[in-house]
């Protein structure tokens, strides 16, 4: 059993950096590097999303997030552990509140635009799939094969906030986003701005059509770099910790230069962002700390993500649940069944939202649809679903129980 009142290490930020901060901590400005409100970009100019002395327009971008209809998902979709009955581990809703608070954190040493940090933090996977990264990969295999265009969850997020419910999400809000990317760390993160709308849904196309762009993607602002960053941060140890609560490893992970546990990760990660990034207009860390997270994230792939039987597992279950659904639930929409779940839980339950669109919802391409409704699905409705249309068949996931 770990005792985690004796950490290797917590570190402190430099004397330095405190008395910068000290200096600074009176002058409300943003700095000329951060985001300010004024610069919010949407793609209509709305009188409803205009902002006012108490309702900035990134604050709107959280409420609009927040209220999503697909926001109340996130509580049952996993995170990494899907086959476990365990109220301890992990799903995406504390991943994404993981996120805004280490991002906040960072963003409120280096005075960035909060607000901004929290819609992008709060809505970068409310376009993810149940089953995690496995099921995002079996759901891009069939759009892939029916359509030629790739799914990915983050080009998703920005889908179901900027399409299936059309908010009219600033740019900003909707580059950071689809720029989130947490499998890609870098030791710097240096923003790429841009605000025009025509340029971002060309980026979105591209990564569709090729899923290697997606790796090239940089944020617009300085707040989605953070997010960014944040997002490794999150997981990094918190999966560390989830394993061992299901007890998918054996032994404690191996002591690195930022510590082995969720704890000490975070707080040496945030430091050290904060010492090398303070008063700059990127984001950085020195090499040590980069090197040392880079080898933690390998050393969780090797005992977490890649483990044999979690992945046996999924291809024997959730690949063909997927792949059947996929055509079952297409050929209903084509078909115009009207009597099937996807009009009577899905098309129905968009439209009515009530939003104003110049067409239908349902008219649109029906492979996007069927994407649509998979990729909002929760773990434990896509199997209600399998077993709903598929009643003979038997094609089950076994869960791991609480008294197993």
């Known amino acids: 059993m770990t005792d985690y009142g004796e950490l290797l290490y917590y570190e402190s930020l430099s004397p330095e950096t405190e008395e910068k901060m000290r200096r600074d901590e009176t002058d409300r400005r943003l700095p000329s590097y951060a985001t300010p409100d004024e610069a919010a970009v949407r ?43 365990n109220d301890d581990l992990t799903r995406r809703s504390l991943h994404v509140q993981l996120v805004s608070r280490i991002a906040r954190t960072i963003g409120r040493a280096l005075r960035l635009n909060l607000d901004l940090i929290e819609a992008i933090a709060l809505g970068h996977d409310i376009g993810h799939t149940p089953f ?54 870098l030791a710097e993160y240096r923003p790429r701005p841009s ?34 960053i944040s997002d490794i941060i999150a997981y990094l140890g918190k999966d560390r910790q989830d394993a061992e609560r299901a007890r998918l490893t054996d032994g404690e992970f191996p002591d690195g230069e930022i510590g082995s546990h969720n704890a000490e990760i975070i707080n040496n ?57 996929y055509r079952r639930l297409l050929s209903d929409l084509v078909g115009r069944r009207y009597d099937s779940p996807i ?36 773990d434990d409705y896509f199997v209600d679903l399998y077993a709903y249309l598929f009643p003979d068949s038997k094609k089950r996931i076994d869960y791991k129980g609480y008294f197993d």
């Not at 098309?347 to 409704?373: K, L, M, S």
């Open 43 to 85: 793609r209509r100019d709305v009188e409803s999303d205009r902002p006012n002395v108490w309702r900035t327009p990134f604050i709107r971008d959280v409420d609009k997030i927040l209220h999503c209809p697909f926001y109340n998902r996130y509580a049952d979709k996993t995170q990494v552990f899907s086959f476990y009955r």
């Open 132 to 185: 995690g990264h496995a099921g995002e990969e079996y759901l891009d295999g069939c759009l892939f094969r029916e359509t030629g265009r790739h799914f990915a969850h983050n080009l998703h997020s920005v889908r179901v906030l900027d399409g299936v419910f059309p908010y009219n999400i600033t740019i900003q809000t909707l580059s950071g986003i689809a720029c989130h990317d947490g499998e890609l760390e």
């Open 195 to 228: 605000t025009d709308f025509e340029e971002f849904d060309a980026m979105i196309a591209a990564c569709e059509r090729d899923k290697n762009e997606i790796r090239r993607l940089i944020p617009s602002t300085l707040e989605g770099c953070v997010v960014r």
């Open 269 to 325: 990660l945030i430091v050290n962002i904060i010492d090398n990034s303070y008063g700059k207009d990127y984001i950085a860390m020195d090499g040590k700390h980069f090197r040392a997270l880079s080898e933690a994230k390998r050393v969780n792939y090797d005992r977490i993500y890649k483990n044999k039987e979690v992945r046996e597992e999924m291809e024997r279950s959730v690949r063909p649940m997927m792949e059947e659904m």
């Open 343 to 378: 009009f009577t839980h899905h098309v129905r339950y968009v439209n009515e939202a009530h939003y104003r669109r110049e067409t239908p919802y349902e008219d649109g391409e029906p492979n996007r649809i069927v994407a649509d409704y998979i990729a909002s699905m929760t």
